[in-house]
């Protein structure tokens, strides 16, 4: 298996541009997050699926921030218009409800900055 | 909300020497999880603890959930090189599926 695969692995845009992040689980699991990473926050929850019907976007930090899950296969996370306290390390996540209770495979992480 | 602490929040070891994080969290915990985070790479699952005073071990690795189940630690016996990272536990909140990460802890492991 591929693992969760996130794309771009860096991002470099400047303030007011809108930024689209993209996030493929891994085949089977029915549980998708969205997390983001600095060193003044930490690893912080943004917002998690089910089965791509989102179930907790109270991690969202404002409405600048949208995240959908079309199909079981894709994800994205949309920052519009982007500002530079949004740099951080944006990672996406899955799990299955099946098998691993919980276990949460981590793709290798967006980096953003915004100038 | 429910937190979930860590300390110390950073720790300097000499190679071969013993190190333990602490993980605290403000409410009773169905299980807790412990990931690592290597520098400039993404968190990675170590183990889940479920029982009351559970311990297990990993190699040079020892875990264990408090009988409250609301802490836990992690003990790293003769630390390596290979041990320096980022050292994160994460209790369950809210809905089944959803963890909060504590702040972690970032060991540093001089040869």
């Known amino acids: 298996d591929a693992g969760v695969i996130q794309s771009p692995r860096h991002e470099v845009t400047e303030m007011g541009q809108e930024v689209t992040l993209r996030c493929k689980p891994i085949?089977?699991?029915?549980?998708l997050f969205w997390y983001r990473q600095t060193m003044m926050r930490g690893l912080e929850l943004l917002i998690y699926?089910?089965?791509?019907?989102?179930?907790?976007d109270s991690g969202m930090p404002e409405d600048r921030f949208s995240a959908k899950m079309p199909n079981a296969s894709f994800s994205t996370l949309k920052i519009q218009p982007s500002e530079p306290r949004d740099s951080a390390v944006y990672f996406c996540?899955?799990?299955?409800?099946?098998?691993?209770?919980?276990?949460?495979?981590f793709g290798p992480g967006t980096r953003l900055l915004v100038l | 909300g429910q937190q979930v602490m860590q300390i110390p929040q950073y720790q300097h070891v000499q190679e071969g020497e013993d190190f333990t994080t602490y993980c605290n969290s403000s409410?009773?915990?169905?299980?807790i999880q412990w990931y690592k985070q290597r520098p400039g790479g993404h968190p990675v699952f170590l183990i889940q603890?479920?029982?009351?005073?559970e311990v297990k071990k990993q190699k040079r690795l020892t875990f264990q959930f408090g009988e409250a189940k609301k802490n836990s630690s992690l003990h790293i016996t003769a630390t390596q090189t290979t041990d320096v990272g980022t050292y994160f536990c994460?209790?369950?909140?809210?809905?089944?599926?959803?963890?909060?990460f504590g702040t972690g802890t970032r060991l540093k492991v001089l040869a």
């Open positions: 409410t009773t915990l169905s299980n």
């Open positions: 699926f089910n089965n791509n019907v989102p179930i907790d």
């Open positions: 994460a209790g369950p909140g809210s809905g089944t599926y959803k963890y909060i």
């Open positions: 603890l479920v029982k009351s005073g």
């Open positions: 085949s089977g699991h029915d549980y």
């Open positions: 996540a899955s799990s299955s409800s099946y098998r691993g209770q919980g276990t949460q495979y």
